[in-house]
């Protein structure tokens, strides 16, 4: 294209807004016009990330609708929850497309979201406006959009691996338990006790159980798919590594069906779509096969004693799990293929 479409990122100092650098760097139609981060304004981004030196020396902007306004045409927001709920309807009235990373514009009702997040919830008018950006699902929805809610890591991963089956109704919604494990970059770049090197280092431990906000994401999802309102249990676990989740998913067939004829419907329902990658029988995939990709890898097995599914589907949390969907979005949305700057293979080992 003669003319890159350029982006913003508010919220460039975090994991999710500096993988979105990453990405957008070598994006064939996007340029990056304006890196904003209201902690480190004036600073060039190098300083806080060496990586980028020689690379990137731009410095950062302070928060300023009328000044990004004249520098960009799209803005990503990779800011912690309650900001975005701010910023996003500044930027939308301002003429802009927004991409919203944070959980602010996800659950559709208010009340749940204070519930679960702890924060004042969204101007509903903008709640109604932002579409759920899970590609692979909604997708048709995602193109021609002018403001798209990420979903969130755990989520993506997780209704990815369930989509099919609800959309289909092959399961007994009341019998999902999900127990999902993530890396340390899930927590973010800012300091914690939890994400210390001396207590996450040789260890494995749940978290926020039965409390975790993605929760009300994944059931509300599921019952939009399923035409029902669904209650799923959710158990979180922190492992010693930096990227990367792993969801493992137990269901109740409503019916008697073969694995083979599970996984037919998987790659039926996820034709055309490159970024989910299904399993062989007995074949099982592992975080690592996905690291730095936009890469969703699916496996399943059936418990002929029990009926019981389990499906195990991984992704690299700050990759598919944020900045790479958002990528993936961008694509949708601006109608272009939706592997642009994503057709890279996974790093390994």
Not at 109 to 115: A, P
Not at 199 to 225: C, D, M, S, W
Not at 298 to 315: A, E, F, H, K, N
Request: a negative charge; aromatic letters at 8%.
């Amino acid at each position: 294209m003669s003319t890159k479409l350029r982006a913003a990122i508010v919220g460039s100092t975090g994991y999710g807004g500096v993988e979105l650098i990453r990405l957008l760097l070598t994006h064939p139609n996007v340029a990056i016009t304006s890196v904003i981060s209201s902690s480190s304004a004036g600073a060039p981004i190098a300083d806080g990330f060496p990586h980028l030196n020689q690379i990137m020396t731009d410095t950062l902007d302070a928060v300023d609708v009328e000044l990004i306004r004249g520098k960009a045409d799209v803005v990503f927001l990779a800011t912690p929850h309650g900001v975005a709920a701010e910023l996003a309807p500044k930027f939308l009235d301002a003429g802009m497309k927004v991409i919203d990373i944070s959980g602010d514009f996800r659950l559709t009702s208010g009340e749940v979201y204070e519930k679960w997040y702890k924060h004042k919830p969204a101007d509903p008018a903008y709640v109604e406006k932002a579409v759920y950006g899970l590609c692979e699902v909604f997708g048709e929805e995602v193109r021609g959009a002018e403001f798209i809610s990420n979903p969130g890591c755990f989520p993506t991963a997780t209704l990815l691996g369930l989509a099919p089956l609800a959309a289909k109704g092959w399961i007994d919604l009341k019998s999902i338990i999900v127990d999902a494990k993530s890396g340390v970059s899930g927590a973010g770049r800012g300091l914690s006790l939890s994400s210390h090197f001396s207590e996450i280092n040789e260890n494995f431990l749940a978290y926020k159980v039965n409390k975790h906000q993605h929760t009300p994401e994944i059931e509300q999802v599921l019952g939009r798919l399923a035409g029902e309102e669904v209650v799923m249990t959710f158990t979180t676990h922190l492992v010693p590594m930096t990227r990367g989740i792993l969801s493992t998913i137990y269901v109740n067939l409503n019916a008697t069906r073969s694995e083979d004829e599970i996984r037919e419907l998987y790659r039926s329902y996820y034709e055309g779509r490159r970024f989910v990658r299904i399993r062989e029988q007995g074949k099982y995939p592992a975080t690592k096969e996905v690291t730095g990709s936009n890469y969703c890898d699916i496996g399943m097995s059936l418990d002929p004693r029990t009926g019981r599914l389990t499906v195990i589907s991984v992704i690299d949390n700050v990759v598919k799990g944020a900045a790479g969907q958002a990528v993936q979005n961008l694509n949708l949305l601006m109608g272009w293929d939706e592997a642009t700057g994503l057709a890279f293979t996974p790093v390994y080992p």
